[in-house]
Every structure is written in structure tokens, then in C-alpha cells.
């Protein structure tokens, strides 16, 4: 069913005149005037002139170079040969405070943009060698495989046409966090251990409370069985999320007038299945160009979580939302939330979201560098990760300045890898 959907706008725009050309350049005139807004605010933390120069001097070559943004490449497009060894103590060995940064950078997008949710995300890593801090046999949830690597978890401020990414929490697996050597060798702070998935996921958005954001719907994009948790953790927060959800995990339907009542805990999938005289058809939009609806299927279900072993007490009643792409097979994606209250449509657009931050991730974050730190230490980690974060933002706000003056980005939507186009893969057993 993904089919366009003839719009209003879209029709009209047929008939309307194309705004004029655009000086050449026009679009570096506008980056430069984000890269020195944003490095005002970014490095004014920055307690050395020389540390904010070098911070601004790693924004630019985030932006400029070519290929993957390894210091050594980025110290190439400098022409100094002693750039690489300032650059590389700048990220690797210096001491500055990688949150302050980061708060400033969520201060500015912000004020820049209108976001509608905090979209929280794993992002893999592939490595080859094992020297990198937190390496180590991990799961993408989202293509369903094992692979060896780093696993972080980012979160993303998510407005309806762009999103970036504000803080990062690497998952250190239990094979760093107890071993001291291994520690000592890339210089883990004694007060960062071991973590699960979940827990990572639920740490790296209450690390930002202390910046004390506006409120907003959080979005877990994790596809873990044990959304329930997650819910109930924010639930007891006073937060509203919506969790995406692996089609193993159970639940008891609550109403007396939908099957599955009282047959004891179903599977999210079976529940959902059992339902489809419920959907309604819901538009949704193309994460690789917002401005593109296309069809599909939505149904909601309030539904009781099932009790793990050793877990909390029961959560009381959530809602679980089904979606299909395609209305003749299983629901593509499955979502759990503490919002009762909302509208089906307001769920799925929150969902949305998810999928536009999962094609950010695959475009402008690959392009910014998100991936591409080479060293091995905790720090040198989370200062290239916080300024490549930045980098990400200078491109997506400057495409959205040039669009709303009337400009085409430089950039193809066609040409970048769509994401997360299929439902959530079960990790095998």
C-alpha cells in the first residue's frame, strides 16, 4: 500500500510558479552562517581561545572533508603538518567537557526549529579490531543480526522536517566494565559501568534532564521485548513515550469485547492480528521527503503488559499500535505507549518521526562523521561524536534555511539509503 497520496498541497504546487534562481554559492553563504552561530554557542563552554579554535577548526573539517572524517584526514585539509597531533590531543587527550557542548547544541536547534519529540536510537558501529572502548559481539535490533562493534544510543531531536542528534551514551558490555585493564587502557570514568540495552536507552535521555528541556513525547525506536519496562520506567517519570516493540513481546487484552479476552497473555503480534477489523487507513509520510504521503493501516489495542519473572508489579493499561504497509501481511511495525489519551493519528505521526531519524541516521549522520572515530579512548569517543553531532545539525539547518527561501538542497533524497522499511526483526533465540 505505499502508494502516493494526491494532496491538496501537492496539486497546487503543479501549477505554481518555481521560485527564482539562486545566487551560486548560495548554500555555502548559509552554512557559514550556521558553523559561526553554532561554534559561538557550542564552544563558549570552552574555558581556553585556543580549545575553541580547535573546535571550530573540527566543526569545519566535519563539513569539508571528503571520505570518512578520521583526524588524520581532517588534519589533512589543514596543510599543517603539525595539525594532526593538536587536533588529535583536542579530541583524544584533552580534558574539556563534552556536555556543556552538548547542551548548547539542543539550546540552539531549539531555537531554530519547533521539535515535536526526543526520538532515542541505537546505532551500531561495525569495528574490525578490539582496542576501541566497548567493543564487543552486540545485536542490531533494527536489521535483526549480530555483528561485532560498538553500540551507542543517541538522542535526537525530532521536528517534522528535519532532526538531529543532541547526546550519545555508549554501551560499555560487561567485559569492559569489569576488567580494570581494559578500563585503565582507554580511560573509562570510574563512575560509568556495565549496562543493558534498556538501560543505556533510558540513561542517555535522562542525562539531558539536567539541561531541563521542555517537555515532549519521547520515542524509543529499540524494538525490544521489553518495551514494558522501558514504558513503566518513564511512566513512573511522568513522561509520555511510545516504545517500539518486538512482536514476541505478551500482553492480556483488557476489553470483554475484543477476542483474546481472557485467554491469558498473547503475543503483541496475535493480538494485533486478531483486531484487523479495527484498522483505519492512515496516511503517513516518506521519511526520505516528508512533503510525500503515502497509505497504510493503523489499529490500537489497550492491552495489560505481562509480568516478568522478577519484575515490577503490572503497569496498569497501555495502548499498543499495530501498522501495516501492506494490509494482507503482519503488521509492519508494533509500538507500546503510556499515552491512553491520544489519538491513533497522533500515534503514528509520533512514529513518524522514528523513521525520518532512522533515514538521518543513514544519510547526513553517515556523512557527518557519527561513525568514523578511529581512536580507542572513552573521551576522544565522546568529544568527535559530540562535534560530529554538530556538524550534523550545521547541514540539516542550513538545508532547511536554503529550502524555506525558496532553494532545492544540494542534496538528493532519492540518492540516500531509505531506512527501517521493514517490520521489526525477531532476534533469534
Not at 5 to 11: I, K, M, Q, Y
Not at 146 to 174: H, I, K
Not at 219 to 230: E, R
Not at 237 to 254: D, S, W
Request: some cysteine; charged content about 20%.
Amino acid at each position: 500500500m505505499n502508494i502516493p497520496v494526491c494532496n491538496e498541497r501537492s496539486t497546487l504546487d503543479l501549477f505554481s510558479p518555481r521560485p527564482p534562481a539562486q545566487p551560486a554559492g548560495y548554500g555555502r553563504v548559509l552554512r557559514e552562517v550556521v558553523v559561526r552561530e553554532l561554534s559561538g554557542a557550542l564552544f563558549a563552554s570552552l574555558p581556553r581561545r585556543d580549545q575553541r579554535q580547535r573546535g571550530e577548526q573540527y566543526l569545519r573539517g566535519l563539513l569539508g572533508t571528503e571520505g570518512r572524517k578520521s583526524i588524520r584526514n581532517i588534519a589533512a585539509g589543514l596543510g599543517s603538518p603539525a595539525a594532526e597531533q593538536r587536533i588529535h590531543h583536542f579530541i583524544s587527550s584533552s580534558t574539556w567537557d563534552w556536555m556543556p557542548v552538548r547542551a548548547a547544541l539542543a539550546a540552539y536547534v531549539e531555537a531554530a526549529v519547533t521539535p515535536r519529540a526526543w526520538v532515542v536510537r541505537p546505532m551500531p558501529i561495525p569495528k574490525a579490531g578490539k582496542h576501541s572502548v566497548g567493543v564487543d559481539h552486540s545485536f542490531d535490533p533494527h536489521r535483526g543480526r549480530e555483528f561485532y562493534g560498538q553500540q551507542a544510543f543517541g538522542v535526537w531531536l525530532a521536528a517534522d522536517t528535519l532532526s538531529t542528534p543532541v547526546n550519545w551514551r555508549l554501551l560499555l558490555p560487561d567485559s569492559w566494565a569489569d576488567d580494570p585493564a581494559r578500563r585503565d587502557r582507554v580511560e573509562i570514568p570510574g563512575g560509568v559501568g556495565g549496562e543493558t540495552p534498556e538501560e543505556c536507552a533510558a540513561a542517555v535521555l535522562e542525562d539531558i534532564l539536567a539541561w531541563s528541556p521542555p517537555a515532549r513525547p519521547v520515542v524509543l525506536d529499540m524494538c525490544s521485548a521489553h518495551a514494558a519496562a522501558s514504558v513503566h520506567r518513564f511512566t513512573r517519570a511522568g513522561v509520555p513515550v511510545i516504545a517500539r516493540l518486538a512482536a514476541n513481546a505478551r500482553f492480556t487484552v483488557g476489553s470483554t469485547a475484543l477476542p483474546g479476552y481472557g485467554m491469558g497473555p498473547l503475543t503483541a503480534r496475535r493480538i494485533l492480528e486478531s483486531v484487523k477489523g479495527l484498522r483505519r487507513p492512515t496516511a503517513w509520510a516518506d521519511p526520505r521527503d516528508p512533503s510525500v504521503l503515502r497509505s497504510g493501516l493503523a489499529a490500537t489495542v489497550r492491552v495489560t503488559p505481562a509480568k516478568e519473572p522478577g519484575g515490577d508489579r503490572a503497569i496498569g493499561e497501555v495502548v499498543l499500535l499495530g501498522r501495516w504497509r501492506d494490509a494482507h501481511r503482519p503488521p509492519s511495525e508494533l509500538w507500546l505507549t503510556n499515552m491512553t489519551a491520544a489519538s491513533r493519528g497522533t500515534l503514528v505521526q509520533l512514529t513518524d518521526l522514528a523513521a525520518r531519524v532512522g533515514h538521518a541516521l543513514g544519510g547526513t549522520g553517515a556523512e557527518a562523521g557519527l561513525k568514523d572515530f578511529e581512536g580507542r579512548s572513552f573521551g576522544g569517543w565522546h568529544r568527535h561524536i559530540t562535534l560530529a553531532s554538530a556538524a550534523h545539525a550545521v547541514a540539516v539547518l542550513a538545508g532547511s534555511r536554503r529550502e524555506s527561501s525558496g532553494h532545492v538542497t544540494g542534496r538528493s533524497a532519492a540518492r540516500l539509503p531509505a531506512q527501517d522499511t521493514g517490520p521489526c526483526p525477531p532476534r533469534a533465540a
